[in-house]
């Protein structure tokens, strides 16, 4: 089935696509901020450039987009059937970049927690969940 976007029309929806700011982000950040935690945002000097860095409790969270980054919800394991090969290996890069940059701030001392985006819709068990994660020691 073809593209139904010319090739302009779609690279001007994919460069839409936002990394920073994002629904998600803003969701998980609003919820640390009603917990009362004091983060930054993108801190260039730490690998992977992390969402939000709480550097007072040493704890780093990490929102990840669920296509993306290959979360395994329904969200996550749907492909498109245009040109799947490069989504596949595009998503398989994504995946080991994580992995990459997970392992390397954990070398550097910080606790990491991963949020997918499908767990921003529930609100209640992402604040309990964020309140465990950064006052606990």
């Known amino acids: 089935m073809p593209d139904n976007l010319s090739n302009d029309q779609r690279r001007a929806c ?3 696509v936002r990394s920073r700011n994002t629904t998600p982000e803003c969701i998980v950040r609003s919820a640390l ?3 009362g935690c004091r983060f930054t945002l993108h801190r260039a000097d730490l690998p992977g450039k992390p969402d939000i860095v ?3 409790r040493s704890r780093i969270v990490l929102v990840h987009g669920c296509f993306w980054h290959g979360h395994g919800c329904s969200r996550g394991i749907r492909r498109p059937k245009q040109n799947a090969g490069y989504w596949s290996e595009k ?3 994504n995946q ?3 992995k990459r940059t ?3 701030l954990r070398r550097l001392g910080w ?3 991963i949020v997918w985006e499908c767990q921003t819709l529930d609100a209640d068990r992402l604040t309990a ?3 465990r994660f950064a006052s606990d020691s």
């Open 33 to 35: 901020h009603r917990l």
């Open 91 to 93: 998503v398989a890069r």
């Open 102 to 104: 997970a392992a390397a």
């Open 54 to 56: 709480m550097p007072a």
């Open 96 to 98: 080991a970049r994580d």
């Open 14 to 16: 994919m460069q839409a």
């Open 111 to 113: 606790r990491v927690l």
């Open 129 to 131: 969940r964020l309140h």
